[in-house]
């Protein structure tokens, strides 16, 4: 009810809240930080067959992660100081194929739908988060991971689809987050000392946010984890 009449939350924070509100006054000197899983525009398939809302919107950053880790993981034992992996997922998760993720037909045309395709995308950025924040945990290393919806924000990003980019360019700053309030999410799970020690949680507008049961499915994400490392593996050797 807090987030729908823009009233703050536990957090202390809102979906009115900007990137320079939930910063202020923050030292984050010596703080390691990944910001991944940002969002690119919607095609079909990639020239490997790979389907390109999965290609670029979980699995490009899924690599981006898996290089960066190591160093991370060094960093936060030299420096006794946390790391933190954040995940910019969406809300569009909880539209998806009837299965989650279509790990047997990720690079079939037969059936796909945009839309469907973008939600699997969001949902494998979300359980990308809680299965690296299970096997952090697991190793007892000083790194937490994190998932997050920015909410809807006025961008370019409708900049090819006509009347809709209108439509969002003339009535978007009434119902949409400015860039300022687009980020703030993203900069308080970096940086707010709120966050310390928090892992494997799905925020919005700066708050935990419960999320639906297919986003919690453990084997579902191990399966998505397993399936992911195959696939960057033959990227990184072809």
């Known amino acids: 009810m807090w987030r729908l009449l823009g009233r703050r939350g536990p957090s202390g924070y809102s979906s009115s809240s900007t990137a320079e509100e939930v ?9 390691t930080a990944i910001v991944t899983g940002i969002a690119f525009a919607p095609f079909t398939l990639s020239e490997d067959g790979i389907e390109l809302h999965f290609a670029t919107n979980h699995l490009g950053h899924f690599l981006l992660t898996h290089l960066l880790l190591e160093g991370m993981k ?3 034992q030299e420096t006794n100081i946390e790391g933190r992996i954040i995940i910019v997922s969406s809300d569009s998760y909880k539209l998806t194929y009837h299965e989650g993720i279509r790990f047997d037909r990720i690079n ?3 059936g796909y739908k945009s839309i469907l395709a973008y939600g699997q995308s969001k949902l494998a950025n979300i359980l990308h988060a809680q299965e690296l924040s299970k096997q952090l ?8 991971v994190n998932a997050l919806h920015p909410g809807g924000i006025v961008t370019n990003i409708m900049r090819y689809q006509g009347f809709l980019d209108g439509l969002v360019a003339t009535l ?7 860039v300022q309030q687009g980020a703030a999410t ?8 709120q966050v310390r020690g928090v892992s494997g949680k799905f925020f919005v507008d700066s708050n935990i946010t419960e999320v639906k049961s297919h986003a919690t499915d453990e ?3 191990k399966k ?3 399936f992911s490392m195959g696939l960057i593996k033959v990227q990184m050797t072809s």
């Open 108 to 110: 079939d045309e037969l």
């Open 74 to 76: 060094r960093t936060a």
């Open 23 to 31: 910063t202020e006054g923050i030292d984050g000197s010596g703080l």
């Open 137 to 144: 945990k697991h190793e007892d290393v000083k790194i937490t």
């Open 186 to 193: 993203t900069c308080y799970l970096a940086l707010h000392p």
């Open 224 to 226: 998505l984890w397993d």
């Open 172 to 178: 978007g700053k009434y119902v949409l987050k400015n």
């Open 219 to 221: 084997d579902l994400a």
